[in-house]
């Protein structure tokens, strides 16, 4: 075999990798919407905000999710925790994070602002099935 051929496979070899591993990240960049685990490792890593990462785990059963919703330029990330509904916890972590807790919430449930005005938190209670949901809505 030639030495030019080698190398001609050699760089297609090399670039077919690159594409191997670079497409999945390439296609959660246009993603609309996902619902993974903290097992999802590349999905955990790549939606997941600082806030929810460090968030106390209050169940065993939970699950993130993502929304990008098109048209209003929102991000929407959160974490449903099942089983349960106090989320005194979650409260805690907020305060003693710098979040303050809003006077006014569009949901039922609570809102927090942190230091990023265009970054906000709602605790949401699901009391059936028992649930709570923590999302953070990035309008940038």
Same mark, same amino acid.
């Given at each position: 075999?030639?030495?030019?051929?080698?190398?001609?496979? &050699?760089?297609?070899?090399?670039?077919?990798?690159?594409?191997?591993?670079?497409?999945?990240?390439?296609?959660?960049?246009? &993603?609309?919407?996902?619902?993974?685990?903290?097992?999802?490792?590349?999905?955990?890593?790549?939606?997941?905000?600082?806030?929810?990462?460090?968030?106390?785990?209050?169940?065993?059963?939970?699950?993130?999710?993502?929304?990008?919703?098109?048209?209003?330029?929102?991000?929407?990330?959160?974490?449903?925790?099942?089983?349960?509904?106090? &989320?005194?916890?979650?409260?805690?972590?907020?305060?003693?994070?710098?979040?303050?807790?809003?006077? &006014?919430?569009?949901?039922?449930?609570?809102?927090?602002?942190?230091?990023?005005?265009?970054?906000?938190?709602?605790?949401?209670?699901?009391?059936?099935?028992?649930?709570?949901?923590?999302?953070?809505?990035?309008?940038?």
């Amino acid at each position: 075999m030639k030495t030019s051929t080698k190398v001609s496979l &050699a760089a297609i070899a090399i670039v077919f990798a690159g594409l191997v591993y670079v497409w999945p990240y390439v296609k959660m960049d246009f &993603a609309e919407s996902a619902s993974y685990t903290e097992q999802d490792k590349r999905e955990y890593e790549f939606f997941t905000p600082d806030v929810l990462k460090n968030i106390p785990r209050i169940s065993d059963d939970y699950r993130f999710g993502y929304s990008n919703v098109s048209g209003q330029a929102l991000l929407i990330y959160d974490i449903r925790f099942s089983g349960t509904t106090d &989320a005194s916890k979650i409260n805690t972590y907020l305060q003693e994070n710098g979040y303050k807790r809003l006077d &006014a919430c569009d949901i039922a449930g609570e809102c927090w602002q942190g230091n990023d005005p265009k970054v906000s938190v709602s605790v949401g209670v699901v009391p059936n099935p028992k649930a709570i949901i923590v999302s953070v809505v990035d309008e940038s």
